[in-house]
Each structure stands twice: as C-alpha cells, then as structure tokens.
C-alpha cells in the first residue's frame, strides 16, 4: 500500500528564511508524487508534482521539490519565505498511471514569523 | 470557466437528519473525486466517478453514504442520519481524463459539515 508521512505537523520560520518541509514516500512501485496548499477555509491548490521526469521540480510560487529514490523522499523547499506562505501543506502519493485516488499525509502548517 | 464549485459552503445539520451537498466540476472533466478532511488530517478519498460510473469507492463510505452523477457533470454527495463523526469538510475534484501525472486534481473550496 502507499503511504506518505510528513514530518513536523508544525514548521515555523522567519520571513526571508529558507523553508524545508519533510515528506517521506512509501510505494511498492514508482510513484507520482505532489505538494498541495491549502489556504484556511480553501480547497487544495496544486503547487507541483512528480512524474519520473527530472528529480527536481520547480512549482508555484517559487517553491520547487526534489525526488530521491535512495532516500524515499520527497522534501519542499523555498529559498525565502514570504508571509503569503503561511499556510498547511500536503503531501500526496499516487501509484503510477492510475487515475483514482491520491493518498495524502497529515499535513504540516507552515506559520511564517517577521 | 470559474473552477471546481462547491455548494453549500457551511452546513450545520441536527444528528439524525438527512444532508446533501453538490459538486459541479470543471466543465470539460471527465473525472470526479469525493474527498473527507477532517480537523488535523490530511484528506481522505471516498469515491470517484469517470462520466456517470462510479468506479471505486472506499471503505470510508459507509450504507450511511451515497454519492452520484446522472449526467456525468455535477455530483451530490448524501449522507443520511448524520452522525457526529461526520463533521467533516467534504472536498470535491475534478480531473481531465488521461494519466494523472499529467493534471493532478482542481480541487473545489469544499463544504463545511457540522453535525450537532
């Protein structure tokens, strides 16, 4: 079965700072992998997602990803965060060429301090 | 085309009675989900239909639940005797048809359910 964990449900940094959220991946085979974020009382955007293409993934936003296989990784990273950032994020796996379900992880709420 | 619209917003329903919220996807999606986030979690899959069939459904849906699109456009989610655990927000997405590596999901604002 696949199955994403995020690590740090809370993840707290200053504006202008780097942001790092953890998101580790379990899948029997290769997977699809996507960042959502999810702004209060919203439904889930898109910030980017990968497809076995290139590892590194460059989203929305100035956000970007990068795939590692060895680790079973899936990491969302910004070089500078803005107070717009503040928000929840989801990672979610999907098994390669389905179309059902995304399985998501718990969530980390991103507060972004001045 | 204005996105994944979701009707009502906020239900606040009495435990035992009947409600229904509806889900009009991107017009020119084939593919529909059912999603249910409850506080602190991540969203959980309920269903998804392609067209009018209704191809999967989770062990989440239970008798209580019933989901459908007649015409293969919107949907209605219905969930009778409502129960506290259902207080949830209840997500609606739509997908074009094709691999999902290539769209990902549009998900709608969802709809707020608090059962008292």
């Known amino acids: 079965a696949q199955s994403v964990t995020q690590l740090g449900s809370h993840v707290s940094v200053s504006e202008g700072a780097l942001v790092l959220l953890r998101c580790n991946y379990s899948?029997?085979?290769?997977?699809?992998l996507f960042w959502y974020v999810q702004y209060p009382n919203q439904g889930l955007q898109l910030l980017l997602k990968y497809t076995s293409a290139a590892t590194l993934v460059k989203g929305i936003n100035g956000f970007e990803a990068e795939f590692k296989k060895s680790e079973t990784s899936f990491h969302l990273t910004k070089p500078s965060a803005h107070m717009s950032d503040a928000a929840e994020y989801f990672c979610a796996v999907s098994l390669t060429g389905t179309a059902s379900k995304l399985t998501f992880g718990t969530g980390t709420r991103l507060q972004v301090t001045l | 085309d204005t996105g994944v619209s979701q009707d009502p917003r906020h239900k606040i329903t009495k435990r035992g009675q009947n409600v229904t919220f509806r889900c009009d996807p991107i017009s020119e999606h084939n593919r529909l989900y059912w999603y249910r986030q409850t506080l602190g979690q991540g969203p959980e899959f309920l269903t998804y239909?392609?067209?009018?069939?209704?191809?999967?459904k989770s062990r989440l849906l239970s008798d209580r639940f019933s989901a459908e699109r007649p015409k293969g456009s919107f949907s209605t989610l219905e969930i009778q005797r409502t129960e506290q655990g259902d207080s949830a927000m209840y997500l609606c997405?739509?997908?074009?048809?094709?691999?999902?590596?290539?769209?990902?999901?549009?998900f709608g604002s969802g709809t707020r359910l608090t059962v008292v």
């Open positions: 899948s029997s085979v290769p997977p699809y």
């Open positions: 997405a739509s997908s074009p048809q094709g691999p999902i590596s290539n769209y990902g999901y549009t």
């Open positions: 239909f392609q067209n009018e069939a209704q191809l999967e």
